[in-house]
């Protein structure tokens, strides 16, 4: 049974399955869309995204590792910012009950898990 159980959003919209019901996601994916959704919250990615080497990309790294792990269900010291290539950044995190999760940062929200 699992602990979390949430709507599957995606690009601020509920996604759907073949029978037009609305996806659900638990536990890790619950977590994970979570945090997605409060970095874009806060704006913090599009000041990411959207950075141009003007130096707020290590203060906003650092912002949305605080957010992070403000999370209870973060382990704590586990978060990371990473760039994996010009305008994409993903974030890692151990959960405490779960395990890895990751997250890519978009400004669409249209984010990916895993």
Do not use: C
């Amino acid at each position: 049974m699992s602990q979390f159980i949430d709507l599957h959003i995606q690009s601020g919209d509920v996604v759907l399955d073949a029978g037009l019901n609305p996806s659900y996601l638990t536990d890790r994916a619950v977590i994970a869309q979570d945090i997605v959704h409060a970095i874009l919250d806060t704006g913090l990615a599009h000041l990411l995204v959207s950075d141009r080497g003007t130096g707020i990309t290590a203060d906003t790294q650092i912002k949305i590792k605080l957010l992070v792990e403000d999370d209870v269900r973060i382990m704590p010291g586990t978060v990371r910012v990473e760039q994996v290539s010009k305008g994409q950044w993903w974030v890692y995190a151990d959960t405490i009950n779960f395990g890895a999760i990751s997250s890519a940062i978009t400004t669409n929200s249209g984010a990916e898990n895993a």
